[in-house]
């Protein structure tokens, strides 16, 4: 009788920092594999500027390592870049198990220019988790079949959670669930996972308001996502991201107009090449980050990746109000070159300044590019929810943050004069008390209406039997709102009826609809600007148990008992 053949998991990656979405894939890897490995990486050869390899090893062995899974220091004390095929083959050799290298989807699409592929592909067959907007095509998906590379697709999706996000919300000072308590602990003491801090800290010593830092904020999230589904840098992409209207305060720009050669670049872009002077001097960016943040509001002829990755972030961010926003971020998911022709086309129409060499430039060598494809039209809205395990976003800045406080606070709110521009902070402030503090100088706000939005939802909640309500207050602890009410549900269809019941009665009471609902079938968020609602399967709310992360011990209410 033949001996059954063991089937080896390996997982690599940079693990910066090890989180939740890594955590779901490896206890989903040992319910289907016989064993799982886990590898940190020295340094990935497609990413920069990660944290301290022993660090992380140290972090992944604390959250990964079990019976089943081991944490491999191989590539960490192999020191050097790390590449798939080296690893593959060190434990190919070592046993003669069936080697299945984990993959999120969206490596398929540069898969083809890793290192050495045509020996991986020999060694190992790729296990892929579909991860949300990075499904691939089916020219893809032929192309790797003829170049005799193994696929095997996961039968469970991944998180909506990424590396990059967990850092660009740290140094905004914007919270999130994303990370487990022990590693934030951890990251926090040794000052881990934090590349950007000083960047935003640059923000405010250069005199950038509030509404501005949004933006800002918005763009590097914009920006992780597209440098990932365009094959960029995704650290240079958010630092540029990060800095690109730097220069944006009316003081930058008296300031260096004689420093910096601002030929070619009308009045309403000379902050772009200043900001790129500015990211130079006190800084030392590379010099492509330098061009990116200089070429944001322009762009050029024969733009490099990242140029467009940041020129179509700052376009693209959600929080722009123009007509046609959806289908441009439609088009950035459909094909980059269209979609960089036809934001160089719309932004020219919108604009009131005088005409831009540059900008025409730009416009006439897309349509070489793009010849004769023509731009599509925007899909039909689906009316069905998108299938996978979509995380809603926790601690994320709306796109319409003003808008959503003013909509939640209804008549509660009054403008505040000579209250507009952001201070300084002092030396390691905490950034989420200082974003808070220049929301709360744009408006005199009454706690007791939000507060009674909080109650109605809970009290909505517990009439339709959900279960375990809690209604955390938040105030001074971050700007994202002022109470999350959370509650558990016994099964997925209770999760989904809930929100129903919700809605109704806040729209009935208080005249208010969601701003955004974060809608997955185990847990579904309702963004009311003020208040988010939280209702959960109770496996998932014991997974993740937000309620710890911001209880003080003071303010958390239970509704219901």
Known sequence: MKNKITKTAIFGGSFDPPHFGHIDIVKNLEKRFDKVIVVPSFVSPFKTGASDASARLRLCKKVFASDKTEVSRYEVAKKGVSYSVDTAAYYAKKSDDALYWVIGSEELYRLCDWHDIDRLKTLVTFYVVNRPNFAPGDSLLKDLKKRKIKIKFANFDGLDISSARIKIDKAFGMPNAFVPSDVRAFADKNGLFDPYSDYVRGLYSHGLRYDRILHIYRTALR????????????????????????????????????????????????????????????????????????????????????????????????????????????????????????????????SASEACAMSDDAIAYYELVCGDAEIPQLPPREQSQPSGKNLPVLGEVKSKSVGLVRQARSKAVAPVAGKDVATVPEKNTDLSVVLRGHCESMFVSSGDAIKDIALAAADALNAHKAHDIKIVGLDGKTIVADYFVIASATSTTAVKALMGYVEDRLKKQFNIDPAKRDVDKEWIALDYGGVIIHIFTDKTREFYNIERLWSDGTNVERFGD
């Open 223 to 350: 920006g992780a996502y597209l440098a990932k589904k365009y094959g960029a840098s995704v650290d240079k992409a958010v630092t540029a991201c990060i800095l690109h209207d730097i220069a944006k305060s009316d003081d930058d720009a008296d300031k260096y107009k004689n420093v910096v050669d601002l030929s070619g670049f009308p009045p309403p872009t000379m902050h772009s090449p200043i900001g790129a002077y500015i990211a130079k001097r006190e800084y030392g960016v590379p010099d492509d980050v330098a061009h990116a943040i200089a070429v944001h509001t322009t762009a050029c002829e024969d733009m490099s990746v990242l140029d467009e990755v940041v020129y179509l972030a700052d376009k693209t961010e959600d929080g722009r109000k123009y007509a046609s926003l959806e289908l441009m971020r439609y088009l950035c998911d459909y094909d980059k070159n269209i979609a960089m022709l036809a934001a160089l086309k719309e932004i020219k129409k919108l």
